[in-house]
C-alpha cells in the first residue's frame, strides 16, 4: 500500500538533467550513465523534476523519459516523478502516465504561469491524490519560480490523506515553513530540502529527511547527508560552505541547468552541453573558470577521485 512506500522516501534524491542527443532526442546511453553515477555515489534514488528540461518536452516525451529511467533503475531505488504542468487535464495524464510506467511517487507543483486561489488550490491537489495511489510531494517553489501554495492547504490535504502527503517547500526563507510544517504534524511530517541543498545543514536541524538536489554531484550532497546523519557537524560545516560558490552562480533556472550539464560533462558522464531551444544562459570562460575550482575543492573534500575529468 502506499502507507509503506513512504518510509523509502529519504535521503538524497537527484533531479536528473536531460541528456540530448545531436538530433535533439533523449540519449539514452547517456540516460544510464547519469543513473548509474547518481546510485554510484550511494544515493537513495532518482527524481524527474522541474530544474531539468521536462517541462519543455512533450507530455509523451516526458512518460517515455519516465519509463527509460524506471527500467533502467531495476528497483535500485525509488523514483519520483514530477507531473508540474499548466492545466489539470495535462497533470492528470501524467499521474496517470506515471503510476501506469512504475514510478514510486510524484511531486506535484501548482502551475507556474498563472495564480491559483487557495480553495482551487487544495481542489487541484485533491483530485491528483483522488486519482492515483501514490504518495505526493507537494512542492511550493515560489522561491523561484511560481506562486506561494497556502500552509492551510497542506495541513489539510497531510490529514486527509494519511502517510501519502509529503512536502518540498521552496518559498523564502523557507526555515521557517520547515519548522512550522514539523510543529503542525506533530513531527510527522517527511519533508524534503529543495533549492539543491544549498541550506541542507540548518534544514537537516529542522527536521528533512531527505534532499532532491540536482545529479551533476550527488557524490557532494551524499557526503554532506551522511555527515549529517552521523552529527559530524564540523565536517557537514564545511562540506556545505565548499557547495556555496557553486550556488551563487545559479541564480534562474536556466542558470541551473546550464551549470549542471557542464559540471555533468566535466565528469565525463554527458557528451555535451546541449540544451533543449529556447534556452538562454551560455555559461562563459570567467564562470566555468570559477565553477571548477568550486568542483575540485568539493572534491577535495569528499576525498572524490578527480583523475578521470574532462578538461573544460
Known sequence: SAMTTTPLLTGVLPVLQYPIRADGGLDVPTLR???????????????????????????????????????????????????????????????????????????????????????????????????????????????YLGFPLMMEVQLRLFRDFPGRVLFKPESVPVGPVISRLMQETAGEAVIFDGTGGKFLRENFQRGVKGVLPGADTPWAVQCLWRALSEGEIKAAAEIQ???????????????YLAAEKFFLRIQGIFENEALLPPASYPIDEIARRNLLDALHDLARLCNHPTNHWKPA
Not at 517541462?55 to 535500485?76: F, I, Y
Not at 483522488?130 to 505526493?136: G, I, N, R, S, T
Not at 560552505?241 to 542558470?255: C, E, N, Q, R, V
Request: with cysteine; hydrophobic share 50%.
Open 33 to 143: 550513465r547519469e543513473i548509474n553515477f547518481v546510485f554510484a555515489s550511494g544515493c537513495a534514488g532518482v527524481t524527474l523534476a522541474m530544474v531539468s528540461e521536462i517541462t519543455r518536452l512533450t507530455l509523451t516525451d516526458r512518460l517515455g523519459l519516465l519509463e527509460e529511467v524506471v527500467s533502467h533503475v531495476t528497483g535500485r531505488g525509488p523514483v519520483v516523478c514530477s507531473v508540474v504542468a499548466e492545466s489539470s487535464a495535462q497533470v492528470m495524464e501524467l499521474a496517470k502516465g506515471a503510476l501506469d510506467r512504475g514510478a514510486s511517487a510524484l511531486l506535484a507543483a501548482l502551475p507556474l504561469t498563472y495564480r491559483v486561489e487557495p480553495a482551487q488550490q487544495e481542489s487541484f491537489f485533491r483530485a491528483i491524490l483522488e486519482a492515483v495511489p501514490l504518495p505526493l510531494i507537494l512542492q511550493d517553489s515560489s522561491g
Open 241 to 255: 560552505k565548499a557547495l556555496l560558490p557553486i550556488f551563487i552562480g545559479m541564480s534562474s533556472l536556466d542558470s
